[in-house]
């Protein structure tokens, strides 16, 4: 009777589901209840099972449970002492920053970098230098073995007939990429005359490359030249003019003469039975009403080629002589012949110079940044009919132009 009696108390269970594990809701009760005698002693009902609960630790998840009224105590921050390390060369810089007192880093210095001397160089044995017994020693075993080599090449060498093998010849080298060598203008007269093997008389042709622009109608180079050294045939000479110089061109030896009768006879006939065409200034407006006939053969009197001049003489002496014309074309090549391969040589080389004077004299006056052949004349190659061509340099081009000035001086 002095026990206090058990009043069990509602307790209310708060589940989201419906379905509450059975242990679950025997261990919260038997939790609420032991709460309850910590605060005042009572006597269980049922000490086995009460004892059977309450032995394992582990079944109540807050054994000391503050009092109820109680609030809970608030923790305070705790601060331990930095325990320092025995070695302070091992601590890294930012473990220093959190070290007090520590001692400040001293630099470091490492040891100069020498560079080895020549006479540190540790020589091997194949490196020193030999002694003057040593090197003799060696002179002496390699030219044994010469011998001995000598020897057994003579000993199983077959005898062979010399006498029919070819003489040695010298070979020019051979440029990279496929480049000509570039040859002396008699040089290559040379070689030209001695790979001419056709069965009739070649023509010595002299192809030049320009440095103009194609499509420049104003830079088109042209002209006329007589060659001192030339193949004589029979030229037929025609020259438009009238009343003395008409006269004057018969004398000089013109085939045909005249004035507007020959330029009504051409226009209705058609027909052109000369070589070349000459005329006088006066004469050539009535000359272009048969233009379109005249520049079918290639006839038509210029004044850049000296075809319409004054001097009717002298003109009319040149044409007889036999003018060599040369015009650049739509690629800015020139092809012009300049003698026959039964020429001698030093005859062709001034037919070279003279062609080289006239194309110097032929040069238009609108070609910039030039100067006397750097810029006009960027190759030249001559060659024969039937033959290949040689580059020959600018050079001697320029030498045998100044030799054929100097002989038209005299």
């Known amino acids: 009777k002095s026990q206090i009696p058990f009043k069990p108390r509602r307790i209310t269970l708060h589940t989201k589901n419906l379905r509450v594990n059975t242990m679950a809701a025997m261990k919260l009760l038997l939790s609420q209840a032991r709460r309850q005698s910590l605060t005042r002693p009572f006597s269980s009902p049922f ?4 004892k059977l609960f309450s032995s394992s630790p582990s079944s109540d998840p807050n054994p000391n449970p503050p009092p109820p009224n109680e609030s809970p105590k608030k923790l305070e921050p705790v601060s331990y002492a930095a325990k320092p390390s025995e070695d302070l060369s091992r601590l890294t810089r930012e473990e ?3 070290t007090k007192d520590s001692p400040s880093l001293a630099p470091v210095s490492y040891a100069q970098r020498v560079a080895p001397l020549p006479e540190d160089r540790v020589v091997s044995e194949e490196d020193r230098e030999r002694t003057p017994e040593e090197v003799e020693t060696e002179r002496k075993r390699i030219e044994s073995e010469n011998r001995a080599r000598r020897r057994f090449l003579r000993a199983t060498a077959v005898e062979e007939d010399t006498s029919s093998l070819p003489l040695p010849t010298l070979l020019k080298p051979e440029l990279k990429h496929g480049k000509k060598p570039i040859f002396d203008l008699m040089e290559a007269i040379r ?5 001419a093997k056709a069965k009739f008389d070649e023509t010595l042709e002299a192809h030049v490359r320009l440095g103009i622009e194609k499509g420049r109608s104003e830079l088109i180079v042209r002209g006329t030249l007589a060659l001192p050294h030339s193949v004589k045939k029979d030229v037929r000479v025609a020259f438009f003019a009238e009343g003395a110089d008409a006269e004057d061109a018969k004398a000089a030896g013109a085939d045909v003469v005249g004035g507007l009768e020959l330029i009504e006879e051409i226009l209705k006939s058609g027909k052109i039975d000369f070589d070349r ?6 004469m050539m407006p009535r000359v272009y009403k048969i233009s379109r006939i005249l520049n079918n053969h290639g006839l038509m009197p210029n004044p850049k080629q000296g075809s319409v001049t004054k001097d009717v003489m002298k003109a009319v002496k040149d044409a007889k002589a036999g003018h060599t014309k040369f015009r650049m074309d739509k690629t800015s090549i020139l092809h012009v012949p ?21 194309l110097l004299l ?5 070609l910039k940044k030039t100067s006397k052949y750097a810029g006009y004349v960027n190759a030249f190659h001559l060659c024969s009919t039937m033959g290949k061509g040689y580059p020959v340099s600018i050079q001697s081009l320029s030498r045998a132009a100044d030799h054929y000035t100097k002989l038209q001086l005299k």
């Not at 032929?362 to 609108?366: D, N, R």
């Open 47 to 50: 000490p086995q099972i009460h």
């Open 362 to 366: 032929a040069k238009p006056a609108g």
């Open 191 to 195: 070689e030209i005359k001695g790979n």
């Open 96 to 98: 220093m920053r959190y």
């Open 277 to 282: 065409c000459l005329a006088t200034p006066k």
């Open 338 to 358: 300049l003698g026959k391969m039964s020429f001698p040589e030093d005859a062709l080389r001034e037919n070279v110079g003279a062609f080289m004077n006239a």
